[in-house]
């Protein structure tokens, strides 16, 4: 598949389209209002806030796991956000393929950062609030912290294609000898 996709010109554009919908769900687990529900709507959480409805919000900032988990997210996004546009620069000509190793080193770091708030995030909250002690009520990691890990998968899945790609230099430039697999005696 590496090889087949590495072959076709217009293949290798996939990897900055991944980095793009992993931007894409990134914000929306930054401005998504989904990370946590209760059962009964009767709490909701983002990144940023948590309600315990109607109307009594208190901001999750006032704590530092709130803190980290957020910067480690915003971090992690303004990483994507410059691999991606050094994706472009890196796939458009040989000069540039130098930076493809470099781009999958920093994708691999914006998914440990966004792994380490999606864990610190959960942890902290059920620890925090006492969830637990709310008998009756089921609380569910709700669409946008899904978002989040889903920008996560992609990144880790983008990091390690970006790091293999230079072992492919020769067939990204359309210098490498076709390859046959049946060969006459």
């Known amino acids: ?12 554009w996939i990897l900055p389209l991944l980095l793009f919908s992993a931007i894409v ?25 948590r309600c315990i409805l109607p109307n009594n919000c208190e901001s999750l900032m006032d704590y530092a796991w709130g803190k ?15 691999c ?10 040989s000069q540039m393929l130098v930076l493809l190793r470099m781009i999958g080193g920093l994708l691999a770091l914006a998914a440990v950062f966004q792994i380490i708030c999606l864990i ?6 059920n620890q925090t609030f006492q969830l637990s002690k709310n008998a009756g009520i089921t609380y569910i990691y709700n669409w946008a912290y899904g978002f989040g890990w889903a ?12 790091c293999c790609l230079p ?19």
């Open 1 to 12: 598949m590496l090889g087949c996709g590495l072959a076709c010109e217009r293949c290798r």
């Open 25 to 49: 769900f990134d914000i929306i687990a930054l401005a998504g209002h989904g990370w946590l529900k209760s059962d009964h709507d009767s709490q909701e959480s983002s990144l940023w806030w």
């Open 151 to 162: 920008a996560t998968i992609i990144l880790t899945g983008c990091a390690f294609f970006f």
């Open 84 to 93: 991606f546009i050094l994706s472009f620069f890196a796939l458009c000509g």
């Open 120 to 125: 610190i995030y959960p942890v902290n909250y």
């Open 167 to 185: 072992n492919y230099a020769d067939d990204l430039l359309g210098n490498a000898k076709p390859r046959y697999f049946y060969t006459s005696p």
């Open 68 to 82: 980290a988990a957020a910067a480690l997210l915003v971090c992690g996004f303004i990483i994507l956000l410059i």
